[in-house]
């Protein structure tokens, strides 16, 4: 292993409060609710702007700071992205349904912040989230991923940064195999590997936090690889599947 190691701490460790109580993720409690205007992609070019009550078929590029997208749905079509973070920028989002998109749901490029609420995000070609630094996602439902034939699709992936907290998200990717026996299909040709993966091929990584949240499947719950220190920290999951860290591509099961 060399000088990389993964620290786990647990909820004492951390010397959190109690868990607050809540209603798990769903369809009852995340999206948007009400009239929605069509509309076609979205670019966000000038700071502070604040765009609601879309139902946007396309994507939505996010290039300047401090604005924000609320209550509205981007089917992305099959774009490689539903949302993408541009570098340096801050962005919040909330009450968004995500879907029909080819790689990520949501994308953010190094540097600034992005915060997501009450997001539902599925039905996609591969993976849900690729995250880098500072930031924030609380009662969000991630599910159905990994459409592709070859996917292997991941609930988030973290791939460098720091300062990355996932609370009250359910990570809801069941699958009835392992990675050592393909195909690992549930109902509708839905593929999935990690419910959290992180890699630090492209960084160091740490100071992530996954509080109060429920972890549903995936061949492993938790897939790590590290070039890099890792400092992983998590509390409370309602269920917490096979847990996976790995150097060099070895994998530990369940």
Request: aromatic share 14%.
């Given at each position: 292993l060399g000088t990389s190691s993964v620290h786990l701490h647990t909820i004492n460790d951390l010397a959190a409060p109690p868990p607050t109580a809540g209603s798990r993720p769903g369809i009852t409690n995340t999206g948007p609710v009400g009239t929605l205007t069509a509309s076609g992609s979205v670019t966000f070019n000038d700071p502070n702007?604040?765009?609601?009550?879309?139902?946007i078929i396309g994507s939505v590029t996010v290039n300047a700071p401090g604005c924000s997208l609320l209550n509205c749905r981007v089917s992305a079509g099959g774009a490689d992205?539903?949302?993408k973070t541009n570098a340096g920028v801050d962005f919040t989002i909330e009450d968004v349904d995500i879907l029909n998109f080819g790689s990520q749901g949501i994308i953010q490029l190094s540097g600034g912040s992005i915060t997501g609420r009450r997001l539902n995000i599925h039905e996609s070609q591969k993976d849900g989230l690729l995250c880098n630094s500072n930031a924030l996602f609380e009662d969000c439902w991630i599910h159905h991923l990994g459409l592709f034939p070859t996917s292997h699709a991941d609930g988030t992936q973290l791939q460098q940064g720091n300062n990355v907290t996932y609370r009250r998200c359910f990570f809801d990717l069941p699958s009835p195999g392992n990675a050592d026996s393909?195909?690992?299909?549930?109902?509708?040709?839905?593929?999935?590997?990690a419910c959290f993966r992180v890699q630090t091929r492209n960084g160091p990584s740490g100071n992530y936090l996954l509080e109060d949240c429920w972890i549903n499947g995936g061949n492993y719950s938790f897939q790590v690889e590290w070039s890099n220190d890792v400092d992983l920290a998590h509390a409370n999951t309602?269920?917490?599947?096979?847990?996976?860290?790995s150097s060099s591509g070895a994998w530990y099961g369940p």
């Open positions: 702007v604040t765009l609601q009550n879309l139902d992205y539903a949302v393909p195909p690992d299909i549930v109902a509708g040709g839905y593929r999935s590997d309602a269920r917490f599947d096979p847990f996976d860290a």
